[in-house]
């Protein structure tokens, strides 16, 4: 990155930069079924394109936004990392900078407690890490290197509790957690080992409790166990549960692990999903408290979990016959692939939201023509696979894990290269759980509620009416704070009064 990059962006970024002022968006305050149109009317404009830059955004703890902009490709020469803050107005706060080291790839980012973190590795050595600590309340920033000791870890996850940097990873073939502490140079192994990436449910950090909480399953014959393990902040062991669910209503079912609930130790409640002689595909939840207490809901139970048929009478044979032979004692009708969010604190107790999702190899097929009058032609045949995200549920559990209610949110155009949850949610004072996604600059969203829903679809606004988006990429929205989501992404812009232009964008989506 240029000297003084930072000053130029500034520069360049005069003449489009736009940012309108609203009212400060409330979280839906009423029990209307129909949902308003989100609130778009603030939005900032910066010049930068996807092939030179790319652009990370973290919502901060104090409602505010971390920008980490930075060189798509740094190989050689002195190249900058610009990191900026904007308020809730999305009016930068501060703005500073640090060195980008060459032949690295940022591999984490993510915030606690007033610090931001970013996680680098190192291309050209499999066992060396750079660790960037920011102030968000100054912009100050300290860089750390720190040694994996191995070249065999392969990092899937990062927490972070007290300023100490937990991560989940391969190491030496078994998955595992490690601790890096940024004062220490060496990254520590900490004894729990955890068999395979399939049999972790949860790794998170509870703040309430102070401590990385993990949750796995071990085989036992033909059934499994369930193993928690609460760690402190130095990576001591502060206890845990071996839990034996009781058996599956038909044979041959097998169990997810699950995940964990927020809130008290002595409180926790245990939801997942389980299949049917695989751990590939489920058919339905399951829900554990500490009591002992397990009960199943086969998705025939659901009330909404069949309306992604093609329609209300499709849906209901669906369900007749998974409620048939599940009183039979049979297999599953459909087999569902499902990746599921972390348990949310709901008014009723907690929200589970999971999203169908199928996964299929594309092959693009590219052309080049070379050689003396481009004679020859070269063809370079590529593969990769496209993630089609179907339709996203929503349950609703009190704290002993009975289920109070459920919903659903059919997806349309929802395919993408990476995988994820599919869906982006915020939880209302009410208890509605709002659901929504970004596709080619479009915002599809909808207000879940206990007995109702709609779904709706709204474009992404731009400066004027004057002005059309041409071409959209990399896009994605995120929960901000409230019922404020964050909107991003790189847009080129056609103007009928000004000159064309390529811009990174922040949009705030308040739904009021």
């Known amino acids: 990155m240029p000297k003084g990059f930072h000053q130029m962006l500034r520069q360049l970024a005069f003449p489009f930069l736009f940012i309108l002022l609203a009212l400060p968006a409330l979280c839906l305050a009423n029990g209307d079924n129909k949902p308003s149109s989100p609130n778009q009317s603030l939005r900032i404009e910066l010049p930068s394109n996807s092939f030179d830059y790319t652009h990370s955004v973290l919502p901060l703890q104090d409602s505010a936004l971390l920008l980490v902009t930075k060189k798509r490709e740094v190989e050689v020469g002195k190249n900058d990392i610009i990191f900026t803050k904007y308020d809730r107005q999305l009016k930068s706060d501060w703005e500073t900078k640090a060195l980008q080291l060459n032949n690295t790839r940022l591999l984490f980012l993510t915030e606690e407690k007033g610090f931001a973190y970013l996680l680098f590795d190192n291309l050209l050595s499999n066992t060396h890490l750079i660790l960037y600590q920011i102030d968000t309340k100054t912009g100050s920033i300290k860089i750390s290197d720190h040694s994996l000791g191995s070249s065999s870890a392969h990092i899937?996850?990062?927490?972070?509790?007290?300023?100490?940097?937990?991560?989940?990873?391969?190491?030496?073939?078994?998955?595992?957690?490690?601790?890096?502490?940024?004062?220490?140079?060496?990254?520590?192994?900490?004894?729990?080992?955890?068999?395979?990436?399939?049999?972790?449910?949860?790794?998170?950090?509870?703040?309430?409790?102070?401590?990385?909480?993990?949750?796995?399953?071990?085989?036992?014959?033909?059934?499994?166990?369930?193993?928690?393990?609460?760690?402190?902040?130095?990576?001591?062991?502060?206890?845990?549960y071996y839990i034996n669910p009781k058996p599956v209503p038909i044979p041959g079912q097998l169990l997810w692990p699950a995940r964990i609930s927020p809130g008290l130790t002595t409180q926790k409640l245990f939801l997942g999903m389980y299949g049917y002689k695989t751990d590939e595909y489920v058919q339905g939840i399951y829900s554990i408290n500490l009591q002992g207490e397990m009960r199943y809901f086969d998705f025939g139970k659901l009330r909404h979990f069949y309306e992604y048929r093609s329609s209300p009478a499709a849906a209901l044979?669906?369900?007749?016959?998974?409620?048939?032979?599940?009183?039979?004692?049979?297999?599953?009708?459909?087999?569902?692939?499902?990746?599921?969010?972390?348990?949310?604190?709901?008014?009723?107790?907690?929200?589970?939201?999971?999203?169908?999702?199928?996964?299929?190899?594309?092959?693009?097929?590219?052309?080049?023509?070379?050689?003396?009058?481009?004679?020859?032609?070269?063809?370079?045949?590529?593969?990769?696979i496209i993630h089609k995200y179907q339709h996203a549920i929503a349950c609703v559990f009190d704290y002993n894990g009975n289920l109070l209610w459920d919903n659903s949110y059919k997806l349309t155009n929802n395919s993408r290269s990476n995988f994820g949850l599919g869906v982006k949610t915020a939880i209302t004072p009410e208890g509605n759980i709002?659901?929504?996604?970004?596709?080619?600059?479009?915002?599809?969203?909808?207000?879940?509620?206990?007995?109702?829903?709609?779904?709706?679809?709204?474009?992404?606004?731009?400066?004027?009416?004057?002005?059309?988006?041409?071409?959209?990429?990399?896009?994605?929205?995120?929960?901000?704070?409230?019922?404020?989501?964050?909107?991003?992404?790189?847009?080129?812009?056609?103007?009928?009064?000004?000159?064309?232009?390529?811009?990174?964008?922040?949009?705030?989506?308040?739904?009021?």
Request: aromatic share 10%; with cysteine.
């Open 434 to 512: 709002i659901m929504t996604y970004i596709k080619d600059s479009e915002i599809f969203y909808k207000i879940v509620q206990p007995t109702s829903s709609s779904s709706n679809k709204v474009i992404l606004q731009l400066h004027n009416t004057a002005e059309k988006r041409v071409i959209s990429s990399q896009e994605d929205i995120q929960h901000w704070y409230g019922c404020n989501f964050i909107a991003f992404g790189f847009q080129r812009i056609n103007s009928k009064t000004g000159p064309s232009r390529t811009v990174f964008y922040l949009q705030q989506v308040a739904f009021e």
């Open 156 to 240: 899937r996850d990062i927490q972070v509790l007290e300023g100490h940097l937990f991560l989940n990873a391969f190491y030496k073939g078994v998955l595992t957690t490690l601790i890096l502490y940024p004062q220490e140079s060496e990254i520590r192994i900490l004894p729990v080992v955890m068999g395979l990436a399939k049999n972790l449910g949860e790794f998170r950090v509870d703040t309430l409790n102070k401590s990385l909480e993990l949750l796995w399953s071990e085989s036992q014959g033909t059934s499994a166990r369930l193993t928690t393990r609460f760690i402190s902040a130095q990576g001591d062991m502060l206890g845990g």
């Open 317 to 384: 044979r669906m369900k007749s016959r998974a409620l048939r032979n599940e009183a039979k004692g049979k297999a599953p009708i459909k087999q569902n692939r499902i990746t599921l969010d972390k348990i949310q604190p709901h008014p009723q107790g907690y929200a589970l939201v999971g999203v169908l999702y199928k996964s299929m190899y594309k092959t693009e097929t590219q052309e080049e023509k070379s050689g003396f009058l481009l004679a020859q032609t070269t063809r370079t045949t590529k593969h990769k």
